[in-house]
Nanobody, 124 residues
């Protein structure tokens, strides 16, 4: 069992930056790929990026490439999403999720555990 708690969301102007954190409970955190997803009002949840259990490999949605960076600290049981050059279309609730089965999956249905989400609002 893994419990995930996101933090770091808020209101930021376009062009600004935010760093989201996702703190995990449990001693098996380092065995999970960790993904970030987001959901805007009226839209389906979409993949943002994922990091392998070791942190050595990452994968991003096209919308995130070059602007977002995922990292993790397995000693602190925490994964991060650094978001730069934010745009109004990045406004959404951001979720972290843990996946032990499918490495670097971009599909939400492959993820076993989810956080409650943190709101990110980017003003124009």
């Amino acid at each position: 069992q893994v419990q995930l708690v996101e933090s770091g969301g808020g209101l930021v102007q376009a062009g600004g930056s935010l760093r989201l954190s996702c703190a995990a409970s449990g001693r098996t955190f380092s065995s999970y790929s960790m993904g970030w997803f987001r959901q805007a009002p009226g839209k389906e949840r979409e993949f943002v990026g994922v990091i392998s259990w070791s942190g050595a490999v990452t994968r991003y949605a096209e919308s995130a490439k070059g602007r977002f960076t995922i990292s993790r600290d397995n000693d602190k049981n925490t994964v991060y999403l650094q978001m730069n050059s934010l745009k109004p279309e990045d406004t959404a609730v951001y979720y972290c999720a843990a996946n032990r089965g499918v490495v670097l999956s971009t599909h939400s249905y492959d993820y076993d555990y989810w956080g409650q989400g943190t709101q990110v609002t980017v003003s124009s």
